[in-house]
């Protein structure tokens, strides 16, 4: 794990504009990854509160940092969304006045081939962000599920349109071999898939990573417990990548802001990353913002 790589957290500045850290607030980074939107919560107010998760292991080796300079306000678990409630129970800490959660990938999780989570980079189809915990690996899914069960992965969690004929040739490849690497499932899928603005395998890869790490039943356990531990005019603010979580996040918030919910909309329609950011960074190209305030 190289450390100095850098990740540019997206719309940094739309998020603390939208959050308004203050001295003595509480403030929740769900997705601390490399500590971006911690330490501009930081850089705000140095006298604020955060508490940091993130499943991901790797994530602690950027906690130090931050943790010799706030070590009385900054606290970092290593934990997933749908073990939020023991978190606030170890801290003892019940509502905040700021939620954020970057639903990206991290471009030091995308680089280390290790993980297998870039079609870009051969390494063992894994895909885990919580390998310590989590068993089950792309490997296991490509080379021992069905079919049918293949082309439904790769059809509702990647909105792959060919998915029944890449299905069909992994059955092909698999019954006279094992499929090992990412380069390996990466060439099956470049055979009966084209696209001319995507990798052939974007989708696919997207697919295969939500089903293993369970993200949206993940995402959507998360955004029913925040209601509760947002305090009243706290802010939640999600940055989400693609379709599916996008979805998710806009349904609960429109749903909540309804007669009867806790929830006001402050983002009308979701706010994009700048055309400068995005010559910074491309991955901020397909970022969705969505903020919404406790009423």
């Given at each position: 794990?190289?450390?100095k790589?850098s990740?540019?957290p997206?719309?940094?500045?739309?998020?603390?504009?939208?959050?308004?850290?203050?001295?003595?607030?509480?403030?929740?980074?769900?997705?601390?990854?490399q500590?971006?939107?911690?330490?501009?919560?930081?850089k705000?107010?140095?006298?604020?509160?955060?508490?940091?998760?993130?499943?991901d292991s790797?994530?602690?080796?950027?906690?130090?940092?931050?943790?010799?300079?706030?070590?009385?306000?900054?606290?970092?678990?290593?934990?997933?969304?749908?073990?939020?409630?023991?978190?606030?129970?170890?801290?003892?800490?019940?509502?905040?006045?700021?939620?954020?959660l970057?639903?990206?990938?991290?471009?030091?999780?995308?680089?280390?081939?290790s993980?297998?989570f870039?079609?870009?980079?051969?390494?063992?189809?894994?895909?885990?962000?919580?390998?310590?915990?989590?068993?089950?690996?792309?490997?296991?899914?490509?080379?021992?599920?069905?079919?049918?069960?293949?082309?439904?992965?790769?059809?509702?969690?990647?909105e792959?349109r060919?998915?029944?004929?890449?299905?069909?040739?992994?059955?092909?490849?698999?019954?006279?071999?094992?499929?090992?690497?990412?380069?390996?499932?990466?060439?099956?899928?470049?055979?009966?898939n084209?696209?001319?603005?995507?990798?052939p395998?974007?989708?696919?890869?997207?697919?295969?990573?939500?089903?293993?790490?369970?993200?949206?039943?993940?995402?959507?356990?998360?955004?029913?417990?925040?209601?509760?531990?947002l305090?009243?005019?706290?802010?939640?603010?999600?940055?989400?990548?693609?379709?599916?979580?996008?979805?998710?996040?806009?349904?609960?918030?429109?749903?909540?802001?309804?007669?009867?919910?806790?929830?006001?909309?402050?983002t009308?329609k979701?706010v994009?990353?700048?055309?400068?950011?995005?010559?910074?960074?491309?991955?901020?190209?397909?970022?969705?913002?969505?903020?919404?305030?406790?009423?």
């Open positions: 794990m190289n450390k790589l990740h540019f997206v719309m940094v500045n739309e998020i603390v504009s939208f959050i308004k850290p203050k001295d003595d607030g509480f403030y929740l980074d769900c997705t601390f990854g500590g971006g939107y911690t330490k501009a919560i930081f705000i107010s140095k006298k604020a509160n955060v508490v940091a998760i993130d499943q790797d994530a602690k080796i950027f906690v130090e940092e931050i943790s010799k300079q706030f070590k009385n306000n900054f606290f970092f678990f290593c934990n997933k969304f749908s073990e939020i409630e023991t978190v606030l129970k170890k801290i003892g800490q019940e509502q905040f006045d700021g939620i954020l970057d639903l990206g990938m991290s471009n030091t999780q995308l680089n280390n081939s993980r297998g870039s079609f870009e980079k051969d390494g063992p189809l894994d895909m885990r962000m919580d390998f310590n915990n989590n068993k089950l690996t792309a490997k296991e899914i490509i080379n021992n599920y069905s079919e049918k069960d293949l082309a439904n992965i790769f059809y509702y969690y990647g792959e060919n998915s029944r004929k890449i299905a069909k040739q992994i059955i092909n490849v698999r019954s006279k071999e094992l499929i090992n690497t990412t380069s390996e499932l990466s060439k099956i899928i470049k055979r009966v084209f696209d001319k603005f995507k990798n395998s974007t989708r696919v890869f997207q697919a295969l990573r939500i089903y293993v790490n369970d993200e949206l039943n993940e995402l959507e356990f998360f955004l029913n417990k925040s209601i509760n531990i305090k009243n005019r706290g802010r939640m603010a999600i940055i989400s990548f693609h379709s599916l979580e996008d979805r998710i996040v806009k349904n609960f918030i429109k749903k909540q802001s309804g007669l009867s919910g806790q929830l006001q909309i402050i009308k979701p994009l990353a700048s055309s400068s950011e995005i010559k910074i960074n491309s991955q901020s190209r397909s970022a969705k913002l969505r903020v919404a305030e406790k009423i």
